[in-house]
């Protein structure tokens, strides 16, 4: 009975929570003595895995995260990181030595950038007239413009990227993130993903996937287009008490089978997971409606503009679903949609069009909502591009050929420095030459915003002690934390 | 002095020598600095520094600083370890770690030695190693020695207990019977044991009881079925076009699934198996453009069939889409994937666009891969998918179709006459209602084909538009159309007794059209950078076996695939043995031997059990490649009788890869729907032929029904049996998965799929509660047990617990679901009086009156269908 107390008390708290953010239902739950779980499960034969809250390691102000993965590869410079000497170059051979992804396709001609850039808000950041929106919350978001991985193509990038080593398998950041600290929510699974009308990013699955975590921390896919979850209604007949009746016949049979099974923890999941279904039938559906928004906040989006429309539609989603006590939910896009090989003209700018406005009103929303605080907003690919051109079939035709040694990404919220910019690319953008922020300080420096000390942050693999941060390098670059 | 210091150095080293062996350069350092230091220094075009690292031979050439890079013997005055020593190398990542740069020093102060004489040049691609080529996978398949073992009974056993001994770990107790039936009969059909199935196997002590079992599942058409499957998703089949959103319809693929399933029940050997989809056509001496013969002939016709496995990549050529030429060179580059991982276990198609990162393969060798393929598909000359689908007419349909055709065709003309004859005739009263001026002008212009109308006699024509009566018969006189069209009917009838015309989706050659393979810069067709030839991997081959020589077939086609194909199978090639069996093996076990089953290469796991897989290929190869006998092996091994308990063997070894237990493993996808069908008694034993179609539902569901949906409603009407057939008989369209599968891992191909994932997710349970499939099958089970056990609740639940779980039900279980059933009831049947149902329409028949017993049953077979001892093969 302690479980049904414990699921009334957090579904009430969680029920009066809105707008106080995953902070105060942790504080509230722990007030009240329900959150006496330690930070990561015990580990050993009969290790139980659950996704309630968890302690952190250290007061950290990040509790959620908003991840908006742009896969393929953005540029960026042509985005986030001005250098006149490629316009001074434009066209030219490129005097220095460039680490080609692939030497056979080596063209040495610069490509300057083809947009302008120019410095806003209080802070003077630059940025690329691309990104019209973004510009005007600049002072709300914290630059990293050398970022690198140094690993090759896109593959590996998003590996490195997303779980921290460079074959697929591995559990993704989300999967960590829940691992360690559990979820908010009893009604709504706590890592989500949202996925793109066009299909799931290339490397698919790899990107939400549990690897050799319990399958508790799987990323569950919301589906792109109504109805976004299937099967949440019941059978009328059934409906409430019947469908209760179910789940706790289902229940004692489960349980008496999987004390039959220890060590498998896939069966426990399962259990949990008709627990979770049960909760989402009125939960989710609630949860991913946007039409009860009111009219001002889905033309801060876009959704009233059918270039936004669909990105705006998902970035709202995402919001809510953290304000209801998801921790981690990532946007995404479809195949690899920002590998500009060719044609970056024209296909740079319409990815910016369909996604610029939504991103930053995500952060305007959160900040008014005053969940800014809380949650991290993070904007990525795997990689960036190189400064010299490719596919010289005409200017309209040239591309750029990937870049793991420098590229940019933003990030907001949970702690982070605000209308700041950290570290610099060589004068190309083509290496990252000071405050390098390699894939694994990224990872050490977000599990310190959480409260997690990535060292601690362990899996018991193999007999091996096993995290998110492989490299014994791996640091906290305190210079990026408020 | 001097030669005091010298002797004692040499008797140091030598004394080293002794105790530790010397260090070489290409097993120790070249690692080392291709980790770190060779992608600037070797790999590129103009190494940095002028320092090139690829070969020991290289460091004895000065630096462009001037610096002596390597002096054998002394470390110290070595300027590749201070450079390193000083930060300044690498450059970029990390660190040379200090046990590489000690293992660096150590070689020098050895003396900086090379295992064998370096080679005088390096040609194009890279330089393969003899370290490269001693990896394991390509090595060849050598029959290891039997482990001796007390208590192994196969030789299977001896090779796995002999690794947990290792371990102090040993094999699980045996399974209990009910237990190994329900495991051996859902993996070998895919299908629950009926629970006469049961009786029977618990009844027969006999000694070969277990191998009985084995020889009846091996024999039912439901093994095909089953294990056709697990190839099919290598290989990436589906019933449509992908790549385009369009994602036409693909109308003929289900001939290639048809003859999958049958290979599998006769156990066709895989070296057949195998050169039949790689190189058919040959085979039948069958072209492009002289194929009627063949397919006549129902051996051939089966070989031609086969082809379509290099067919099944996703091809957009047949819709509009931005760039044809692209279109077309990446059907060919997915069908590459496809082959090389299923047969090769490697990922050759990283090097598409540059050499391999981790495996010894060059540009240069996909390319030459590719030209095997190349004269089949000849992007320049490209046959879209309407033009890959031969007519399986005999030369007597032939005839008569062009003689019934001809008929027709007589008879259109007659109507057409007729029809002219009708028009002119009233154009003859028309006109008389034209001035009389205006008359002979309009004759002529009438007469006048309209592109040589002047525009005189055009303005002539828009003044007395009805007086025209060129077309239209029937709004001049509806009688005299009707006349003509009886005429025309009779030609669409006489058509339709010609002979049905069906289609066989294959690849074939054109006769004499050979195109030029070429290696194409970054995997860009419009860069061609050289032309190559056809052959085999450069790392497969070694200078004293030439593995395959094309030669032309008869038929006029290249004999390059038939080459390549006897190659894979003559029983030498190191991979495909190996990756075969390792794949059957995985299926079994739940985890392959390399658990890796598409990538043998660097990058993939090494084998668990080196031996076991050389012993299984060998097996394999020697007992004439036939596949049931190997599954008869495997099924009866002590391996697979284990149970799943082994405390030991999940505490020290979770992810089982030894094997000292069997792992517990959620149904697939299909297994799962077909047995919820079976077990409910709705399932269709109809095999082969056309897939049953496939609707979105008004819930936004993909379903298998009949779709009456327009642009803006969605609508599906049952299809009868077509729905209710075996999961792999549904149609696999790409953008649209059917959701009972998808939502249990169902692959959605991209164009294949090397290994499913088993997630653990709640949309699944959402589905399992809620889903109209679930529901339905609920209330035929609920339905069936009534008829079974028509007087008797305990019956009843005997019987539902006999068919789906394969035991008893506990006392305590009979209990439980008793006093659910009471509950149900009860309050099912407080909902309908509550909600009673809405009276007929007027003339319709009476509902049946709600019957909340038998809704309460239902409700129970669903938690049943959604437990894990149901969900779970254990």
Redesign the interface.
Known sequence: MKTARLCSRRHFLQANSFGLGGLALATLLKQDGLLAAPVKPALG?DAQFDLLPKEQHFPGKAKAMISLFMMGGPSQMDLFDPKPMLTKYDGKNFPG?I????????SSKVFGSPWKFSKHGECGMELSELLPHLAKVVDDICLIRSMSS?V??HAQGLYAINSGRI?GGNPALGSWLTYGLGSETEEL?AYMVLSHPGGLPTF??EHF?NG?LP??Y?G??V?A???R??????????AG???R??LD??R???EE??S?????N??R???A??E???H??TAAKEALDISNEPESVKKLYGVDNPETRDYATRCIIARRLVERGVRYVQVLNAGQSWDQHGSLISALPKNCAATDQPCAALITDLKQRGLLESTVVQWTGEMGRLPVLQNDAGREKWGRDHNT?GFSQWVAGGGFKAGYVHGETDEWSH?AVIDEVKHYDWHATLLHAFGLDHKKLTYKR?GLAASLTS?P?AKVVTKLLA | MKRIGLAGFIGLVATAGAEEPTLTFEKDVRPVLKAHCTLCHGEEAKPKGGVDLRLRRFMDAPTDSGATLLVPGKPEASELVAIIERGEMPKKGHPVPPDQLATIKEWIAQGAKTARPEPETLGNGPLITEEERAHWSFQPVKRPEVPKVEGAPTPVDAFLAAAMAKEDLSFAPEADRATWLRRVTLDLTGLLPAPGDLEAFLADTSPQAYEKVVDRLLASPAYGERWARHWLDVVGYADSNGYTAADSARPQAWRYRDYVIRSFNEDKPWDVFIREQLAGDELAGATHADYQAAVNDPKRLEQITATAFLRMAPDGTGDPNDDANLARNQVIAEQIKVVSSSLLGLSVACAQCHDHRHDPISQEDYYRFRAIFDPAYHWQAWRAPAQRLYSLYTPEETAKAAEIEKAAAAIDVEAREMSKKFLDEIFEVEILKLPEADREPYRLARAAAEKDRTPEQKALIKKYPSALALYSLNLYDQKKQDLVDAKSKEAAALRATKPVQNFVMALMEVKGQVPESQLYNRGDHEQPVRPVTPGELTVLATPEIEPFQPAAVPSGSTGRRLAYANWLTNGKHPLVARVLVNRFWMHHFGRGIVNTPGDFGHHGDAPTHPELLDYLADEFVKGGWRLKPLHKQLVLSQAYRQSAENPASSERDPDNRLFARHKLRRLEAEALRDTVLATAGALVDKPFGPPSTIARDPAGRIVVGVDKGTITTAKVEPGGEQDYRRSLYVEVKRSKPVTVLETFDAPVMTPHCEMRPQTTVAPQSLLLLNDTFILENARRLADRLHAEAPGDENQRLRRAWQILFSKEPAESDLARARDYLRLQTASLTVYHAQNPPAAPAKGAPALPAPDPNREALASLCQVLYSSNRFLYLE
Do not use: C, F
């Open positions: 034969a030595e680490k080609y992804d692939n030497l056979a396709q080596a140094g090759s193509n074959t699974p698919q699955g996937t050799w399958a508790l799987q569950t896919v589906r287009t109504e109805p979850i299937l099967n949440l209604d019941p059978p009328a007949a059934l008490d019947g469908q009746r179910q016949l289902l004692s049979l489960n089978h999987a039959d099974h220890a060590g498998e896939d069966l999941a399962r259990i997971s008709y979770l279904a049960a989402m039938q040694y290496k193999n490299d390098g």
